[in-house]
C-alpha cells in the first residue's frame, strides 16, 4: 500500500520539524504545500528536505484565503498518486506505535476511514486538556477524536467547505466521519495536537489561528509521561525546542480564564467540528 501525507502550512516553525519527522518513516512521501511563511518554515522544511529528498516535496504557492485554501487541500489530493492518505497538520505529532497501528490496520484491510484520538496541550508541552473539552461525534464515541487517515479511492472523494469547516466528502456530499457508504475504525492510537499553543511568532498574522492560544491551565502530566519519539531526535538549529514552560504572564491570564472556559464548557456546547 502506498501511503503519501498531505501537509498544508504558514508560519508554522515552532512544531513543523516534529509533526514531519513524527511519520516520516512510515509513509512513501510528504507534500508539503507553503502558503506564504514569513518566518522560519521554509528553512525548516527544507532542511528536513535535505534530509529525506525522495520522500518529501515542497511547493510553494501563493497565500490562501478561506476559499483557496479548501482549493490547495484539493489540488494536493488530486496530486497525491497512493492508496491512503494521511492529513497531516504542522501541528499534530504521533507517536512511533499509533502510526504502527494505522499501518496495521491499514494493511489488514476491509476498513475506509480510520479515527483516532488525540490529545490537546494547553499552555506547554507539559499541561493537556480535560477530555470533556472534546465535543466531536463520530459513530457515537464523543471526545477528543478525528479522521485523519483515509483510503484515496472512496468514491467521489473530495474536499468541501471553506477553511475553517473544511472536510473530505464522499460522491454524496456526506463527511467521511459522518458517511454511510464508507466503513469507519476506531483505534487506540493517539497524537499529541499542539493546536492550542503558539506555533510561530508570527502566529497571529496566520489565518484561523485568532483564538487558538488557548489561556488555560491544563492537567499536568505524570512523570513518566511517554512523549512522541520525534521530540527526541537530532533537530537543526533552525527548530526551537519543544521544552519551553508557560511564562509568568500566561499562567497568570490562564488563572482567571480556566474557571470561566470550564463552566461555559458545561452550559454551552459550543460548535463542533472536524
Not at 507534500?31 to 528553512?43: A, E, F, R
Not at 489488514?108 to 461525534?137: S, W
Not at 477524536?145 to 472512496?154: A, D, E, L, M, P
Not at 519543544?242 to 461555559?264: D, G, H, Q, S, Y
Amino acid at each position: 500500500m502506498k501511503i503519501y501525507a498531505n501537509t498544508i502550512v504558514r508560519n508554522d516553525e515552532r512544531w513543523i520539524w516534529y509533526a514531519v519527522s513524527s511519520i516520516v518513516d512510515y509513509v512513501e512521501k510528504i507534500l508539503i504545500w507553503d502558503t506564504g511563511s514569513t518566518d522560519n518554515t521554509l528553512d525548516i522544511i527544507r532542511k528536513l528536505k535535505e534530509e529525506y529528498p525522495e520522500k518529501i516535496f515542497i511547493k510553494e504557492v501563493e497565500r490562501a484565503d478561506p476559499h483557496e485554501f479548501s482549493l490547495f487541500r484539493q489540488e494536493m489530493l488530486d496530486a497525491s498518486d497512493c492508496d491512503w492518505i494521511i492529513v497531516l497538520d504542522s501541528d499534530e505529532i504521533w507517536w512511533d506505535k499509533s502510526i504502527s497501528k494505522i499501518i496495521k490496520t491499514i494493511n489488514e484491510g476491509n476498513v475506509d476511514v480510520i479515527v483516532t484520538p488525540f490529545i490537546n496541550l494547553v499552555g506547554d508541552i507539559y499541561h493537556f486538556q480535560e477530555e470533556k473539552a472534546g465535543r466531536y461525534n463520530i459513530d457515537g464515541k464523543v471526545g477528543n477524536i478525528t479522521v485523519k487517515v483515509f483510503r484515496k479511492n472512496i468514491s467521489g472523494l473530495k474536499v468541501s467547505n471553506n477553511y475553517g469547516s473544511e472536510g473530505y466528502v464522499d460522491g454524496s456530499g456526506k463527511f467521511l466521519q459522518k458517511s454511510v457508504a464508507v466503513k469507519r475504525k476506531f483505534i487506540e492510537a493517539p497524537f499529541l495536537h499542539t493546536t492550542h499553543l503558539v506555533r510561530s511568532e508570527k502566529d497571529f498574522e496566520t489565518m484561523g489561528r485568532k483564538g487558538k492560544v488557548k489561556h488555560e491551565i491544563g492537567k499536568s502530566f505524570s512523570k513518566d509521561f511517554y512523549y512522541p519519539e520525534a521530540l527526541f531526535r537530532d533537530r537543526a538549529e533552525v527548530v526551537p525546542s519543544p521544552w519551553n514552560v508557560m511564562t509568568k504572564e500566561f499562567r497568570f491570564k490562564a488563572f482567571f480564564e480556566t474557571p470561566l472556559r470550564k463552566i461555559k464548557r458545561k452550559i454551552w456546547k459550543g460548535k463542533v467540528g472536524y
